[in-house]
DNA sequence: TGTAGCGATACCTTAAAGGTATAGTAAGAA
DNA sequence: TTCTTACTATACCTTTAAGGTATCGCTACA
């Protein structure tokens, strides 16, 4: 038995239903209805009972609930007091981000982090990849979040999360009432495009293009994804932008659809300098956020 | 946080050594540091302080050792209680296993399943691999532990173990005072060998040989296990068989070594009639041993 | 100044969680 | 009744992370 089996669960138990309860836990149906029998092996017991349009508890689920209840409640108070003990911790970390995700996945490690570690403080600052990575040798900041293609021999990085490419649509476009919510390149192949200024991004979009030869029609690039959505909604071109940037998803102007390519995946990585020294609270953010992740 | 870490964590706290605690919980000591780790990483404290030759906890450790403790003692609470309420299962399971590693597994199952399911009891029969297949069929076994190879189309098989072979030397061969905990085909190419009575073996083992056309020189062949360590210690030849049968290890007579081959491996399955409808109590323990296996 | 004990690091292998597609089942609508 | 809908289970594949092996580096102690 571990943790996992009872925050699955104590998920169901509380939707009373599979399909819900899975969305609210971010994984799929299947895994979680594997999870739990597996609990109820291990238990002996069936904890559900499945009818095809009700779940009830059985008198062994209302009883494991209780002690689920409690595992999990402990859990929680035993970070909570942990983090209350106040660690030494205290300093300001310099962090930078590019665009999309970046900013979600960092506020998430940020409040918890500062759950942990209350004394440190942060100081977060935003731009392109190639800004970044010069500030990280800089000194500039501490840690940043970078999109892929990168690498620097003094610079470490780590792959913390991927999301697919999605292009944003004008509704003048007849790609825009196509039905389904992902489009393959070859639909958009030789249309007007908008996309991001980075100079690798060229080459890269070519190579999932039926003819990788053949030049993209870039009508636009913008390095700051608060433009690129307007360009898009004046018609003047197809926009390609990782997903978390067109996550705003449709609306009267624009429909946004996931490219469908293997290669059509957008990486973050976490990066520090390789040689300058960062202080201990850094170092404990760096840690943590790795530990963390997606979850 | 999963329980495993918790686990860990108490053993560690406990042992004040993750050497020993590794040895402990049967994993070995890098995977059982890094689990720690991330656990002080999530929790953003250090748990242990490290000198190398003394290990303390920390403050943070002292408190979360509370926690840890409650939580370990709930779960065993709550399948203590569950298995209290008493299940409705009741009956007679009809068990087969050749020998070898299948007693030692089959014993740790009934015993937890017992707990479980304190109404349902057991007939262990054991033989070879061939005559459990054919009672599968008649129906005198309901489930049973058979070794690879193996296949049947009337018969579920699920794998649940791996072993290496192992050889018996005598102390009158020179190989017995080879150096190394084990020897590879080539040493023992050529030489008398004892080794099982089922068919299929000794094609398998000419296999492993530098040259695989060249005969075995087998002296003796032995359905059952009891025999063999006899007859190697009489000297008359190097027996080879499952590791879990030799596992009696050295002694005056004769020296056991792994057969170091990467194919040099026996593997037990989980077996059940595909026809035969067997009665819940044997569909619970299936499940059960499957959810368990090595555990 | 070895030497032994012990934890950390680096790198690889394997097991188990998670994903996708689809089948199966029962309730409710046409 | 049969069709559709709303579910969970099954089968199979992919990916993640746990576990293993080899080795390093530190420090107490002989």
């Known amino acids: 038995m571990e943790l996992r089996h009872i925050r699955y669960f104590m998920a169901v138990a509380e939707e009373m239903n599979f399909t819900k309860a899975a969305e609210k836990l971010n994984i799929a149906q299947p895994p979680l209805s594997r999870q739990i029998k597996d609990l109820e092996n291990e238990l002996g017991t069936e904890l559900f009972e499945r009818t095809s349009h009700a779940l009830h508890l059985t008198e062994a689920g209302i009883l494991f609930k209780q002690y689920a209840a409690q595992m999990l409640e402990i859990e929680g108070r035993s970070k909570a007091d942990i983090s209350k003990m106040g660690s030494s911790l205290k300093g300001l970390v310099y962090i930078a981000t590019v665009e999309g995700y970046g900013p979600h996945m960092l506020a998430e490690w940020i409040a918890g982090f500062r759950k942990l570690h ?5 100081d977060i600052w935003s731009g392109t990849t190639d800004e970044i990575v010069h500030r990280t040798h800089n000194g500039l900041c501490d840690i940043a979040i970078v999109m892929e293609p990168f690498s620097d021999p003094d610079i470490i990085s780590k792959h913390i999360h991927s999301e697919p490419w999605a292009a944003i649509i004008p509704k003048s476009d007849p790609l825009a009432s196509q039905k389904g919510k992902s489009i393959k390149p070859e639909d958009f192949a030789g249309k007007p495009l908008i996309m991001p200024s980075r ?18 029609n870039v009508v636009c690039k913008a390095a700051h994804m608060i433009n690129v959505r307007e360009l898009a909604k004046t018609g003047m071109g197809i926009a390609i932008f990782p997903r978390a940037t067109g996550i705003m998803g449709d609306d009267e102007y624009v429909t946004v659809k996931n490219i469908d390519h293997p290669k059509a995946i957008a990486s973050y990585l976490l990066i520090k300098s ?11 953010f760096w840690d943590y956020a790795l530990s963390t992740k997606k979850k």
Not at 118 to 122: C, E, G, H, L
């Open 118 to 122: 209350p004394d440190v403080s942060f």
């Open 199 to 216: 100079a690798s991004r060229n080459e890269e979009f070519r190579k999932w293009m039926p003819d990788p030869q053949k030049p993209l």
């Open 274 to 284: 390789r040689k300058r020294r960062i202080s201990p609270a850094c170092e404990a």
